[in-house]
Each structure stands twice: as structure tokens, then as C-alpha cells.
């Protein structure tokens, strides 16, 4: 099991991971835009669905650990070390 600290934008024009950044404390976050709007979970599961396809794991692999109502989140990833997290995220990642 591996946390993964995301930072989402809901309402985006397109799903997609804009890359890594820091917050307010300089942690690392991942940058995460969807296209659903933050009603009734549906911006969480698109979330959820875009990070499992780009990781190459189940959706039931992913889920929301902290801040369900928050743009800033904590993602839980099973089946994937952080080492093997972050190299799939880099290899699958194409711009900033």
C-alpha cells in the first residue's frame, strides 16, 4: 500500500496529471485535473479511474484515503511499492 498526496482540480476542460509541485507546507503533490464536478463523489471517481488507468491497476486498487470533500487528497494505491508508483507516474507523465 502506497499514499499518493494529490492536488485536484474538478471542472477541468479534460482529465489529466499535470505533474508533480509543492504545496503550501513544500510537500510534494500531484497535480490532477478531471472534467466531473465535486457533486456527489462523481469528481473522486473520476479521480480514482484516470490514476488507476495510469498506473495499470484495478480501479478497486485506488481509493480516496483523506480529504473526500477537499481538493487536496491523500490517494491509497494497493499492489504498488512507492518506488514502482512514482516510475510508472514519470513513465506515463509528458509534459509540466
Do not use: C, Y
Amino acid at each position: 500500500m502506497t499514499n499518493l498526496p494529490i492536488r485536484l482540480q474538478p471542472g477541468a476542460a479534460s482529465d489529466r496529471i499535470d505533474g508533480w509541485t509543492t504545496d503550501a507546507e513544500g510537500r510534494p503533490v500531484l497535480k490532477v485535473r478531471v472534467r466531473a464536478r465535486p457533486i456527489e463523489g462523481e469528481a473522486n471517481d473520476a479521480l480514482t479511474r484516470l490514476l488507476a488507468k495510469s498506473l495499470g491497476v484495478p480501479k478497486s486498487a485506488v481509493s480516496v484515503g483523506r480529504g473526500g470533500q477537499s481538493r487536496s487528497k491523500m490517494i491509497v494505491v494497493h499492489g504498488l511499492d512507492d518506488q514502482e508508483l512514482r516510475s510508472r507516474l514519470v513513465d506515463g507523465f509528458s509534459g509540466d
